[in-house]
């Protein structure tokens, strides 16, 4: 009933897009679905999170609908990695290739997550300077371009590294300080204008 869900959904103000495993996504769209020009033709949006091998998967099936808006989300499944580490080639390639796609976006979200050093399993958990994930994050900032970067709190999993209000808020400082690093076009376009653009938010149906 995908389709029909679909149509009765889009009716509403607030209804901007999906996300589903990708796993799921990918099957369903190799067995013929029709899930990417179905929300194309609605003018919907897709939230996609995977690992290299799904988004490069997602990739090659994109061109059956190239008006379809993709934000690809934590950052494109970016394999946990040592604080200040050169990116993989592996994950470089991929980012750049989503990158080259223009309806595609990067979602700069669970950054911590990314970083081999959780507190569950050391005691130590992920670090807070900036300088631990800027390699990664400059990478995907010359990908991308200013106007298809977005931030995303990754709230309530960023919740499972320590206390709510300080991890939220230490993620937070840490791309703030990236951002105004980079210029206020720059910090604009991450914090909002992006976001906008990505998932055409009819603003009159947000509150405040």
């Not at 990708?22 to 020009?37: K, N, P, T, W």
């Not at 050093?117 to 371009?145: K, M, Q």
């Not at 791309?175 to 990505?198: D, P, V, Y």
């Amino acid at each position: 009933s995908f389709h029909s869900d679909l149509e009765a959904f889009a009716s509403h103000r607030r209804f901007v897009g999906i996300r589903c495993g990708s796993a799921e996504l990918l099957e369903a769209e190799r067995a013929g679905a029709g899930v990417l020009s179905a929300l194309a033709k609605h003018e919907l949006e897709l939230d996609f999170a995977g690992n290299c091998d799904d988004i490069r998967t997602l990739l090659s099936v994109l061109p059956s609908a190239p008006d379809l808006r993709v934000v690809i989300n934590h950052m494109g499944g970016s394999p946990r990695f040592d604080p200040g580490d050169t990116p993989s080639v592996e994950w470089a390639e991929t980012m750049h290739a989503a990158a080259a796609f223009p309806n595609v976006y990067m979602k700069i979200s669970a950054v911590f997550s990314t970083v081999g050093l959780r507190p569950e399993e050391d005691g130590e958990g992920s670090p807070v300077t900036l300088e631990a994930y800027v390699p990664h994050l400059n990478l995907l900032a010359e990908a991308f371009g200013e106007q298809r970067l977005i931030y995303g709190s990754d709230w309530p999993v960023c919740n499972g590294f320590g206390d709510a209000k300080e991890v939220y808020s230490a993620q937070l400082a840490l791309l703030l300080r990236w951002a105004e690093q980079r210029g206020e076009s720059f910090a604009e376009g991450l914090f909002w204008k992006n976001a906008l653009t990505a998932y055409r938010f009819d603003t009159q149906a947000l509150p405040g």
